[in-house]
């Protein structure tokens, strides 16, 4: 096997990890979703197509329909460690996909997504403004 074919072969493994990263990297956070445990702030985490403006009201809905009023306090760009793959290498420069932990070279995608904090401002019944807090 001459050098370009070495080299062209490595260009190709290289090539197929850079596929398999952008096929995986897509942010698995759908749409906003918010938690609150004490119906006076709340944490939230969006999609990076989907910010929010720090400062904005919005508005938020239980699964039960009941609205509240909040206000985006904060927000970063966060990375989790997404799943694991592994790529191994035999001595033609062969290529082969492992999702085990046996692999030659292994690592984890990574997800990008906004998280953030706010405050809940009030709750929202038939149209009118209700105090959350006593």
Same mark, same amino acid.
């Given at each position: 096997?001459?050098?370009?074919?070495?080299?062209?072969?490595?260009?190709?493994?290289? #090539?197929?990890?850079?596929?398999?990263?952008?096929?995986?990297?897509?942010? #698995?956070?759908? &749409?906003?979703?918010?938690?609150?445990?004490?119906?006076?702030?709340?944490?939230?985490?969006?999609?990076?197509?989907?910010?929010?403006?720090?400062?904005?009201?919005?508005?938020?809905?239980?699964?039960?329909?009941?609205? &509240?009023?909040?206000?985006?306090?904060?927000?970063?760009?966060?990375?989790? #460690?997404?799943?694991? &793959?592994?790529?191994?290498?035999?001595?033609?420069? *062969?290529?082969?996909?492992?999702?085990?932990?046996?692999?030659?070279?292994? #690592?984890?995608?990574?997800?990008?997504?906004?998280?953030?904090?706010?405050?809940?401002?009030?709750?929202?019944?038939? *149209?009118?403004?209700?105090?959350?807090?006593?």
């Amino acid at each position: 096997m001459t050098s370009l074919e070495k080299s062209t072969k490595t260009n190709s493994i290289f #090539d197929q990890l850079n596929k398999i990263q952008k096929q995986f990297s897509h942010n #698995d956070i759908k &749409y906003p979703t918010a938690l609150s445990i004490d119906s006076r702030s709340f944490v939230f985490e969006t999609p990076l197509s989907q910010p929010f403006i720090v400062g904005s009201y919005i508005l938020l809905q239980t699964e039960k329909g009941t609205e &509240y009023l909040g206000q985006i306090i904060s927000q970063e760009v966060v990375n989790k #460690d997404g799943p694991e &793959y592994g790529v191994g290498i035999d001595a033609s420069l *062969g290529t082969i996909l492992v999702p085990t932990t046996t692999a030659q070279f292994k #690592d984890r995608i990574k997800t990008r997504y906004i998280e953030g904090f706010g405050l809940i401002l009030c709750k929202l019944e038939e *149209g009118e403004i209700v105090k959350t807090t006593k």
